[in-house]
């Protein structure tokens, strides 16, 4: 079974950063593809920066040129620096993988959430 260990987050002022960190365990044949979603409360869920096997990468508009999505391939790791951030980044942060299992079944996981607060 494969699980999405996300570990990052907290409180931070406005302006402040904070880094997330996310990376599968469990058997599984390769990555095709990672990222970070977020939801406030009383929102649907948005993306927040995805990317892929190929290291393409794609943003939500109102996080781009403060947030960087990056990956370590041969650690399997995905991280989003958050920087000049806002009270309205303030949600939960979930991290999803696309996975390819060792049938080459492609599956889509989350993890649990990680709670981001910006707030003076």
């Known amino acids: 079974q494969v699980q999405l260990v996300e570990s990052g987050g907290g409180s931070v002022q406005p302006g402040g950063s904070l880094r997330l960190s996310c990376a599968p365990s469990g058997i599984f044949f390769s990555i095709n593809a990672m990222g970070w979603y977020r939801q406030a409360p009383g929102k649907e869920r948005e993306v927040v920066a995805t990317i892929s096997s190929d290291g393409s990468t794609n943003y939500g508009d109102s996080v781009k040129g403060r947030f960087t999505i990056s990956s370590d391939n041969a650690r399997n790791t995905v991280w989003l620096q958050m920087n000049s951030l806002k009270p309205e980044d303030t949600a939960v942060y979930y991290c999803?993988?696309?996975?390819?299992?060792?049938?080459?079944?492609?599956?889509?996981?989350w993890g649990q959430g990680t709670q981001v607060t910006v707030s003076s």
């Open positions: 999803n993988a696309e996975l390819y299992g060792v049938g080459y079944e492609l599956k889509d996981y």
